[in-house]
Antibody
Framework: QLQLQESGSGLVKPSQTLSLTCTLS??????????WSWIRQPPGKGLEYLGY???????YYTPSLRSRVTMSLDKSKNQFSLNLTSVTAADTAVYYC????????????WGHGTTVTVSS | DIQMTQSPSTLSASVGDRVTITCRAS??????LAWYQQKPGRAPKVLIY???TLEDGVPSRFSGSGSGRDYTLTISSLQPDDFATYYC?????????FGQGTKVEIK
């Protein structure tokens, strides 16, 4: 059974860089040409799509974050990662990683989510 | 970006009720519409994809319909486990966008 698990810094100071990693277990991140996505949810609010890294390494970032975000894939570790620079309090959220399933575009496997707080 | 508008924002219902949630896209999305259920402190879970296809393992009381810009999630007989927040999401184009959510509460 496929599982995703987020890890990384839970507390980040303003203007610094948020770094998260998502590790896949139960399968290979290089199989089936899926996309690996990041989504966040500010406290008490809805879901915001951040972007994806494709199994081949290409990426897409949502325009509002494009200047600050980088996503990458490490096939040797079965992981993908998110870096978000110059963070502010507005970046405080639960961050989820998810698999965007090839062919039907359903996000069918999600991590449990990790809370990131931006505060000095 | 494609804007997704869900209604209602909150819905109060009783066990056994038939519940309908609607989602309207700002442009046609060609049935590239998924529905997710989220419970407090948990990740979203996909229920329906491609507007009307039930994800494996999801109870058949959930169904989806619609076309063009307008889509509907129906729960035929609300069960205690169904009290949650529901989101629609378009996957017709990037960035993927979600509706603002519909919270289904106990009446």
């Amino acid at each position: 059974q496929l599982q995703l698990q987020e890890s990384g810094s839970g507390l980040v100071k303003p203007s610094q860089t948020l770094s998260l990693t998502c590790t896949l277990s139960g399968g290979s991140i290089d199989s089936d040409a899926n996309s690996w996505s990041w989504i966040r949810q500010p406290p008490g609010k809805g879901l915001e799509y951040l972007g994806y890294v494709y199994h081949g390494g290409s990426t897409y970032y949502t325009p509002s974050l494009r200047s600050r975000v980088t996503m990458s894939l490490d096939k040797s570790k079965n992981q993908f990662s998110l870096n978000l620079t110059s963070v502010t309090a507005a970046d405080t959220a639960v961050y989820y990683c998810a698999r965007d399933r090839r062919g039907d575009n359903a996000m069918d496997v999600w991590g449990h989510g990790t809370t990131v707080t931006v505060s000095s | 970006d494609i804007q997704m508008t869900q209604s209602p924002s909150t819905l109060s219902a009783s066990v056994g009720d038939r519940v309908t949630i609607t989602c309207r896209a700002s442009q046609t999305i060609f049935n590239w519409l998924a529905w997710y259920q989220q419970k407090p402190g948990r990740a979203p879970k996909v229920l329906i994809y491609k507007a009307s296809t039930l994800e494996d393992g999801v109870p058949s009381r959930f169904s989806g319909s619609g076309s063009g810009r307008d889509y509907t999630l129906t729960i035929s007989s609300l069960q205690p486990d169904d009290f949650a927040t529901y989101y629609c999401q378009q996957s017709s184009s990037y960035p993927r966008t979600f509706g603002q959510g519909t919270k289904v509460e106990i009446k």
